[in-house]
């Protein structure tokens, strides 16, 4: 499965979607995560990390002044914001190769703002519909990509349309 789409109707919905994630996800995924300002890419995230075990007293916020925060859970949770960037230059002085792909999920808000690409095994895109809806689509870039759509396709009901 390369591509797989759904929508969700809340913010508490999108949580679950992004624990959902974060639950089947193991070590080294990156996710690259795009979406309009208010998107929800910050509410997914919060949900990857309650996935990955990250305490709830834990705040997760978006890191857009500090670029990167770390998370303990059971695999950490590195989340990254490039609101403020624009060139891998300025992402590499942050060490983000020796965190992607390593011994935690990589999650970066804002991946389409960087002038070249990043490996990734997975991108979302989320796109604000009326109210609080919002439709997900996932592509999967490699193996581990496609085998976590198909389970996320097993456990989450894909949305029409």
């Known amino acids: ?7 969700t109707g809340s913010p508490e919905e999108t949580r679950r979607l992004g624990e959902l994630l974060g639950g089947l996800a193991g070590a080294g ?5 795009n979406g309009d300002l208010g998107a929800g890419k910050t509410c997914f995230a ?16 978006s890191p857009s002044y500090s670029l990167m925060n770390i998370h303990q859970g059971r695999v950490p949770f590195y989340h990254f914001d490039l ?8 992402l590499a002085d ?14 970066v808000e804002w991946a389409d703002r960087m002038t070249e690409a990043l490996d990734a095994s997975i991108t979302v895109f ?12 996932f592509d999967a870039h490699d193996d581990r990509g496609r085998a976590l759509l198909k389970q996320l396709d097993q456990h989450w009901p894909s949305s029409p349309g």
């Open 94 to 107: 942050l060490g983000y190769d020796e965190f992607a792909e390593g011994d935690g999920l990589t999650l």
């Open 83 to 90: 609101y403020r960037l624009s060139r891998v230059d300025d």
């Open 46 to 61: 919060q949900g990857v990390a309650r996935g990955l075990g990250v305490p709830s007293g834990v705040p997760v916020t």
């Open 1 to 7: 499965m390369n591509s797989w789409q759904t929508q």
């Open 29 to 33: 995924l990156v996710v690259l995560l």
């Open 126 to 137: 989320i796109d604000p519909r009326a109210e609080q809806q919002r439709r997900f689509r």
